[in-house]
């Protein structure tokens, strides 16, 4: 089967332009988009109007304005940091299906590690395209929930540019973004520089982050080149979780007594990093257009643990490059925009596990090889009726061993072991979309998507007596959505309903300090986005999703899986009173979940939470400014839980901060 997916995958790469013919001109840079969509899949895009309108708010807090997008933060230090993203309902593995990416280049690692948003500065960002559902055909690996693409403004504007940007927020909330623009002729220099430091919200949850980019780039008009250079140093106080009737507050409900404190009053860790992206693009006519573009990203990652007497040493070496060819054409005579392209990427994993004071206890190391050709195509078969297809092979190849040293801990297990495994994989997409009148917009869409087990999630985790397990199998799932748009001068309402049938999920498992393959299961939802501006001054969005996750097979059929709130609504209304005064508030609720590690379906659930945010924003003197509430109910709650596996009513939380302010101020000199 895989072989005969194989000659067929290269017979279409290979001889599907024979049936091409020119149209149109069509330009895309960073996206892997074919003007703005895959035809029958939900697509948003945050313009840099609405993320700089919203400067108060993260990337993650901007994002889970959409729905079927929720945030997980375990420290609330604010402006991003230790946030993640969760598209319809991963729960715990919610970082391993929602594949980020900057430029077009994955962000997303092969280890657990959280893609620091902050690192990326608000104000270069150009748009935000996010895709909900399977994008594994144009991304691959990591895309089964959706895809997340930052692009960064990379136009050569006329004349020089200088912008500051400064923040200032309770618990110490400081933030100062300063970039600047050197223009001559077709050639350009960018520069930029941001400082984020805050006190948190817990004790020892304090963050400071600094990072800066400088950009070359070059545009002729028909050929265009970039290089950007990045670094970023980052420190985080880690303040552990709050027990409910365990540990330091047995017998008593230690959410609610002390809700700043921390058991792991000296743990913290540090990152440092740095990143080349570079790209260039070539028209060989009106018709098509090469790419090519690739990155290098280097990090290493410390950690002291010191209450429990650990340390953890690691080093990820990441290589991309995606050359890609765009095509604006006629299949049979029928018009189409294509992409063809290949992907090429290896990454190099290194970690020391110490015991503080003493010698390395175990050693890991891993190499990640993947080569994967695809092409995606919107066909337009008539003036009301669309088609898209597309398809990927993925080889991967994988090299993964570890080092015992007894003489640290005489009870370490886990057998010194190299193996080599390759794992070769394929998505799909077939989509199919229909005008049915200029209002309304009916759309369909169906594929296969595939997730590799990342390197922790095969190392494992938890004291040193856990064995790894290098040879967990691949993840795969078959997913179904359809949806309707209506679109009227004032308002746009997107609805959208999607199935997904997985095979293989991976998980931890926390008896064994080990991931496994779940028996299988799946997910199913509705997600809702309405748009209203009435008179171009109230402006009205209301986003709303119903998600269900679930086993649907072994002893734990029709269970919950764990981390997934069933309900989420968020409520965003603005006022344009003047350009110097234009107020706002935003309504979000979340229903309740089941706690991680819960699943058996027996302990207390984790109950929902609603918080309640308002503020105003405009300009004047030549200056943006923006004011927010946050919080204003002083809710004291929290997005993440985890649960005793034996005991009821036993569980963990990471509390989240009360009424916070925010203050942002931009000037454009």
């Known amino acids: 089967m895989r072989t005969f997916l194989f000659k067929l995958s290269c017979t279409l790469l290979v001889f599907f332009p024979i049936f091409l013919s020119a149209q149109e001109e069509i330009i895309i840079k960073s996206s892997r988009l074919i003007k703005d969509k895959i035809v029958g899949a939900q697509t948003y895009i945050m313009d840099k109007e609405f993320i700089q309108s919203n400067s108060t708010k993260s990337i993650p807090e901007l994002l889970a304005k959409l729905p079927g997008i929720k945030i997980k933060d375990l420290r609330g230090g604010g402006l991003g940091a230790s946030q993640s993203i969760d598209i319809r309902g991963f729960g715990d593995t919610a970082t391993k299906n ?86 001559k002729d077709n050639f350009s220099v960018k520069g930029n520089h941001n400082l984020i430091f805050s006190d948190g919200y817990r004790r020892n949850s304090g963050y400071y982050q600094n990072n800066g980019g400088i950009e070359f780039s070059f545009d002729k008009g028909y050929y265009d080149f970039y290089v950007n250079l990045r670094s970023n140093n980052q420190f985080q106080e880690l303040p552990g979780d709050v027990g409910v009737n365990t540990g330091s507050f047995a017998n008593s409900n230690g959410f609610h007594i002390d809700p700043r404190s921390s058991d792991t009053p000296a743990d913290f860790s ?74 090429f990427n290896y990454a190099y994993y290194y970690s020391d596990r110490m015991e503080s004071g003493k010698a390395w206890y175990k050693k890991y190391k891993m190499q990640d090889l993947n080569i ?42 886990g057998e010194q072991e190299t193996i080599l495994k390759p794992d070769h994989q394929h998505a799909f997409h077939l989509g199919y979309e229909r005008f049915i009148n200029q209002n309304n917009i009916f759309s369909i869409k169906g594929g296969r ?65 080990t991931n496994r393959n779940l028996a299988r299961t799946h997910r199913y939802g509705i997600e809702n986005k309405i748009d209203f501006n009435l008179n171009n001054q109230l402006v009205f969005s209301n986003s709303f999703s119903v998600a269900q996750s679930k086993y649907r097979a072994g002893h734990r059929r029709d269970y919950d899986l764990t981390g997934v709130p069933a309900f989420k609504n968020v409520v965003d209304i603005e006022y344009k009173f003047s350009e110097y005064l234009n107020p ?57 839980a985890v649960a005793s596996t034996n005991s009821y009513n036993v569980y963990n939380t990471y509390p989240l901060e009360g009424f916070n302010m925010m203050f942002t101020l931009s000037k454009d000199l």
């Open 98 to 183: 929602t594949l980020i990416l900057l430029n077009g280049q994955r962000l997303t690692n092969i280890d657990l590690s959280l893609v620091d948003f902050t690192t990326i500065p608000r104000d270069s960002i150009d748009r935000i395209e996010v895709i909900m559902g399977n994008s594994a055909v144009l991304f691959g690996n990591n895309a089964t929930a959706g895809s997340i693409n930052i692009i960064t403004d990379q136009s050569i504007k006329k004349g020089d540019q200088l912008n500051a940007n400064l923040s200032v927020g309770s618990l110490g909330k400081f933030g100062s973004y300063l970039s600047g623009t050197k223009t």
């Open 270 to 343: 540090q990152n440092n990093g740095h990143n080349i992206f570079y790209g260039g693009s070539y028209d060989f006519n009106s018709f098509n257009t090469i790419i090519i573009d690739g990155s290098y990203k280097y990090n290493k990652s410390e950690g002291k643990f010191l209450s429990s007497s650990s340390e953890l040493d690691t080093r990820i070496s990441t290589y991309q490059l995606s050359p890609r060819l765009l095509s604006d054409l006629k299949v049979f005579g029928f018009s189409s925009d294509s992409i063809f392209g290949t992907d």
């Open 372 to 413: 994967a050709p695809y092409f995606s195509t919107n066909v337009n078969l008539s003036e009301l009726d669309s088609i898209s297809v597309g398809f990927r092979y993925q080889w991967n190849w994988l090299r993964a061993g570890d080092t015992n040293n007894p003489s640290a801990y005489t009870w370490t297990l």
């Open 449 to 513: 998507s595939f997730r590799y087990p990342d390197v922790d999630e095969r190392v494992g985790s938890g004291f040193v007596s856990a064995t790894h397990n290098f040879r967990l199998g691949s993840q795969a799932s078959y997913d179904f959505e359809f949806g309707h748009k209506y679109l009227d001068n004032n308002i746009k309402v997107q609805t959208n309903f999607y199935y997904m049938r997985l095979k293989s999920e991976i998980k931890y498992d926390n008896a064994t300090f």
């Open 584 to 640: 706002n508030i935003s309504l979000y609720y979340q229903s309740s979940q089941r706690m991680i590690n819960d699943e058996e379906n027996y302990q207390v659930v984790q109950p929902g939470y609603y918080l309640i945010d308002m503020g105003f924003s405009g300009n004047g003197y030549g200056f943006n400014y923006s004011m927010m509430f946050n919080n204003i109910l002083d809710k004291n709650y929290y997005q993440y």
